[in-house]
């Protein structure tokens, strides 16, 4: 596995090949990413990797400083699926002066949810999976990158900023890999205490709760979420979480559904210090 630390080695080193196949990450790999690698393995002539803990998508409170950085696991992990190219570039590399011009994401977007509660997030990751995009894709003529459907916001902020700016590359999402008890992996789950861990499943089960009540709701939705969501707010509270949010959503933009659409729930919650999110796709009976 090559592993690249500037633009230039980079891009020297992909010119040979015709359709990249791209995983961005910021590092401390586990089960999940690697279940990314190998979705993208055979999309591609090369499979390329980055390592890049983005300052841009911090807020000022947030864990920049302690987001876990564990290089050389990362790369063993790497090499066990058979990844080609490793782009670990340090900061001065992917941002040699202040990133005045930033991509903005459509706030109708971006600005909820997620973005309510992190402002200005999607911008910076807007930004950066922007400049590793033209990092890896380059004078290629057509590629293809690949993010998990846990981060489900990002991803379809992700897909309208690849449409909208027509780039060459094919984005393809991977549904969330799971835990045996159902918790989405997350290199964040490494903060929880044993008893936290233990507790982490609610999130997840308190989305499967509220799914199922949307569902069984035959007319009129839109006039009963706002209780729903409400109770099962409450819920999580009850057991000493800190919820910012559990929703339905259409899956088309994340608006409030109207009937038909297909459906999406989504939450994220504070558990002690550990601020988890995940979400669930539900299917009509």
Same mark, same amino acid.
């Given at each position: 596995?090559?592993?690249?630390?500037?633009?230039?080695?980079?891009?020297?080193?992909?010119?040979?090949?015709?359709?990249?196949?791209?995983?961005?990450?910021?590092?401390?790999?586990?089960?999940?990413?690697?279940?990314?690698?190998?979705?993208?393995?055979?999309?591609?002539?090369?499979?390329?990797?980055?390592?890049?803990?983005?300052?841009?998508?911090?807020?000022?409170?947030? +864990?920049?400083?302690?987001?876990?950085? !564990?290089?050389?696991?990362?790369?063993?992990?790497?090499?066990?699926?058979?990844?080609?190219?490793?782009?670990?570039?340090?900061?001065?590399?992917?941002?040699?002066?202040? /990133?005045?011009?930033?991509?903005?994401?459509?706030?109708?977007?971006? +600005?909820?949810?997620?973005? /309510?509660?992190?402002?200005?997030?999607?911008?910076?990751?807007?930004?950066?999976?922007?400049?590793?995009?033209? =990092?890896?894709? =380059?004078?290629?003529?057509?590629?293809?990158?690949?993010?998990?459907?846990?981060?489900?916001? /990002?991803?379809?902020?992700?897909?309208?900023?690849?449409?909208?700016?027509?780039?060459?590359? +094919?984005?393809?999402?991977?549904?969330?890999?799971?835990?045996?008890?159902?918790?989405?992996?997350?290199?964040?789950?490494?903060?929880?205490?044993?008893?936290?861990?233990?507790?982490?499943?609610?999130?997840?089960?308190?989305?499967?709760?509220?799914?199922?009540?949307?569902?069984?709701?035959?007319?009129?939705?839109?006039?009963?979420?706002?209780?729903?969501?409400?109770?099962?707010?409450?819920?999580?509270?009850?057991?000493?979480? /800190?919820? +910012?949010?559990? !929703?339905?959503?259409?899956?088309?933009?994340?608006?409030?559904?109207?009937?038909?659409?297909?459906?999406?729930?989504?939450? =994220? =919650?504070?558990?002690?210090?550990?601020?988890?999110?995940?979400?669930?796709?539900?299917?009509?009976?």
């Amino acid at each position: 596995m090559l592993i690249a630390r500037t633009l230039a080695e980079l891009r020297q080193h992909l010119q040979r090949f015709e359709r990249p196949a791209f995983v961005p990450t910021m590092g401390n790999l586990h089960e999940g990413h690697l279940q990314l690698l190998q979705h993208a393995k055979p999309l591609g002539d090369v499979l390329v990797a980055s390592i890049f803990v983005n300052r841009l998508q911090f807020l000022p409170h947030e +864990d920049f400083a302690s987001y876990p950085r !564990t290089f050389e696991d990362d790369c063993a992990k790497l090499r066990s699926q058979a990844c080609d190219v490793l782009f670990a570039p340090d900061e001065a590399e992917l941002y040699p002066q202040p /990133q005045t011009f930033k991509v903005l994401p459509d706030p109708a977007l971006a +600005d909820i949810l997620e973005g /309510q509660f992190r402002p200005g997030f999607f911008t910076g990751v807007s930004t950066v999976v922007m400049k590793l995009f033209m =990092a890896v894709f =380059a004078g290629h003529a057509h590629g293809v990158a690949v993010f998990g459907k846990k981060d489900y916001q /990002q991803l379809m902020v992700i897909r309208q900023m690849v449409r909208q700016f027509a780039l060459p590359i +094919d984005i393809i999402g991977v549904d969330t890999c799971r835990a045996a008890d159902g918790l989405a992996l997350s290199s964040r789950n490494g903060y929880l205490s044993s008893d936290e861990r233990i507790e982490a499943v609610q999130l997840s089960m308190s989305l499967r709760q509220l799914g199922q009540e949307a569902l069984s709701v035959s007319n009129d939705l839109a006039s009963q979420l706002p209780r729903m969501e409400a109770q099962a707010m409450d819920r999580l509270r009850e057991r000493g979480w /800190q919820p +910012d949010y559990l !929703t339905v959503r259409n899956r088309l933009d994340l608006q409030a559904p109207l009937a038909g659409d297909a459906l999406v729930v989504l939450g =994220a =919650a504070k558990l002690g210090k550990t601020r988890l999110i995940d979400n669930l796709e539900l299917i009509r009976p």
